[in-house]
């Protein structure tokens, strides 16, 4: 079952991993773990998603600027199995609201998609309607955008919700890292990351991504966790905060990163068409 919420509002907060660890002991009576955690070490499983952007970056550039209303492209895959779901996500904020469209097929249909075409029938994880819409959408942004693969986002998720309905999910993220990939590989692996939070907090902890989650109402509760935490909220992109962490390792910054990217797709398209003539 897709847990994904639709439509919520959302509240970021980076936190040291010993405040983390009580929020955890804390959200335990409300909600209650993610299934896929809670076997695992600090109850977390690993998310990986393939980020698009446009040639000039504009979707990167879109939230720099602050826009109200903006998106984001990106495929999100848990693991490297051949017949592991890969979903195509839009992720679209408009004022204060988060909203998401996701479609998920079978791996062999990602190249497929990736070249602007809809899957076939067979392709599809679910009959549901609203993820063939979704793929439809996602290939309109990508084709109008020129979008191709722009980076790799990995980092390991711990996950409390609410018990039956999901209208309100607590996750902590650690160890967020991200890497250029252009090439639409689809693997856990990572050569070169860099850690986008990388900074040590004041106690000299671990930083770890906060985020409180909630379709409707704010939840009461929430407002003593954030007051009895001392919680500051502020903003974490993912995408966002790291391709600005790699733009400033190697020493370049803005529009600037737009050219090893183009030379690199270039590169690409050029052994490919080598490749079809031989």
Request: charged letters at 25%; glycine letters at 8%.
């Amino acid at each position: 079952m897709d847990k994904m919420q639709p439509q919520r509002f959302e509240h970021k907060y980076i936190i040291p991993n010993g405040v983390a660890l009580q929020i955890r002991d804390f959200v335990s009576g409300p909600l209650e773990v993610d299934e896929y955690g809670k076997t695992l070490p600090n109850f977390s499983y690993p998310v990986h998603s393939l980020y698009l952007d446009s040639p000039d970056l504009k979707l990167y550039q879109s939230t720099i600027n602050g826009d109200k209303n903006r998106y984001k492209l990106r495929l999100r895959f848990y693991e490297n199995r051949p017949d592991a779901p890969v979903y195509f996500e839009i992720k679209r904020r408009m004022n204060n609201t988060i909203a998401k469209q996701r479609g998920g097929v079978r791996r062999e249909a990602v190249s497929v998609l990736l070249g602007g075409q809809l899957p076939e029938p067979g392709h599809m994880v679910s009959r549901d309607p609203r993820q063939l819409l979704a793929l439809q959408r996602f290939c309109e942004h990508m084709n109008a955008l020129w979008a191709e693969p722009v980076a790799h986002v990995a980092y390991l998720r711990e996950a409390w919700l609410s018990p039956g309905d999901n209208a309100v999910r607590v996750t902590m993220d650690r160890q967020v890292r991200i890497e250029l990939e252009t090439t639409g590989r689809l693997e856990t692996s990572m050569a070169d990351p860099v850690m986008v939070f990388n900074q040590e907090t004041l106690q000299g902890e671990e930083s770890v991504v906060l985020e409180l989650k909630f379709t409707s109402r704010y939840p009461d509760w929430f407002r003593d966790l954030v007051s009895g935490f001392g919680l500051m909220q502020c903003g974490a992109a993912k995408y966002v905060d790291g391709m600005t962490r790699i733009m400033e390792r190697r020493g370049v910054m803005g529009m600037r990163l737009r050219d090893p990217l183009v030379f690199e797709r270039g590169q690409r398209r050029l052994s490919g068409a080598a490749a079809l003539r031989e």
